[in-house]
């Protein structure tokens, strides 16, 4: 039971425009959601996070959307950048066990020229 | 300061054995957790420690354990291998258990055979 989906495995995005990735979750309980990048032979790098008592959290050039009602949060990178490319991982915690984070299956981001 | 090491990166085993991980968190951080990475279910939460104790537990067979010294490292133990245990293996120190605070190490890519 994937509690935490990813629909999209891929995406390839132009140097310099937006890049959109997506994630919808099923467990209401959840209430603290995060973002993570991996490049190969690394672990996942910390990216942005957001309270389910927000609806949107920036860090340059990232930003965080989260939609309660509809369960579903995005990231979006802008401008999108050759050193963006790498694995976008969604994951999500309820607020008692903060530490246990629910993945999402990741998307592959390929930021062309 | 040095980040969260884990030894070792990689490890071949025979089905029916048992296998030692071991994390170095950094130094000050007192949580340890530690997630199974594979292809078809993504990063999955197996345990976190905290101060010694294991505070949260994933949905794993018993075969897998793990314990935290009074240092904060960590080893997870999985016995009786199986095929299915082949996977990227990653611990991730926090200073209190908060995922947005969680660095990862390298992981260890276990090979059961």
């Known amino acids: 039971d994937q509690q935490v989906k990813q629909n999209s495995p891929s995406l390839s995005v132009q140097e310099g425009r937006i890049s959109i990735l997506n994630c919808d979750y099923t467990?209401?309980?959840?209430?603290?959601f995060l973002w993570y990048k991996k490049y190969p032979a690394e672990g996942p790098t910390f990216l942005i996070s957001?309270?389910?008592?927000?609806d949107k959290n920036e860090d340059g050039r990232f930003t965080v959307f989260l939609n309660k009602s509809a369960k579903h949060l995005s990231l979006h990178i802008v401008p999108s950048q050759p050193g963006d490319s790498a694995v976008y991982f969604c994951a999500a915690s309820e607020s008692g066990t903060a530490s246990k984070l629910t993945f999402g299956t990741g998307t592959r981001l390929q930021v062309t020229l | 300061k040095a980040g969260v090491t884990q030894t070792p990166r990689y490890l071949i085993k025979t089905r029916g054995q048992q296998v030692t991980l071991s994390c170095s968190p950094i130094s000050g951080h007192r949580s340890v957790s530690w997630y199974q990475q594979t292809p078809g279910q993504g990063l999955q939460f197996l345990f976190e420690?905290?101060?010694?104790?294991?505070?949260n537990k994933g949905n794993f067979p018993g075969r897998f354990s793990g314990r935290q010294f009074s240092n904060s490292r960590s080893e997870m133990n999985v016995s009786t291998l199986e095929l299915g245990d082949s996977a990227l293996y990653l611990c991730?120190?926090?200073?209190?258990?908060?995922?947005?605070?969680?660095?990862f190490g390298q992981g260890t890519r276990l090979t059961v055979v």
């Open positions: 467990n209401s309980m959840f209430d603290y």
């Open positions: 991730a120190s926090s200073p209190r258990g908060r995922g947005a605070e969680a660095f």
């Open positions: 420690y905290f101060s010694e104790t294991q505070r």
């Open positions: 957001i309270s389910s008592i927000k």
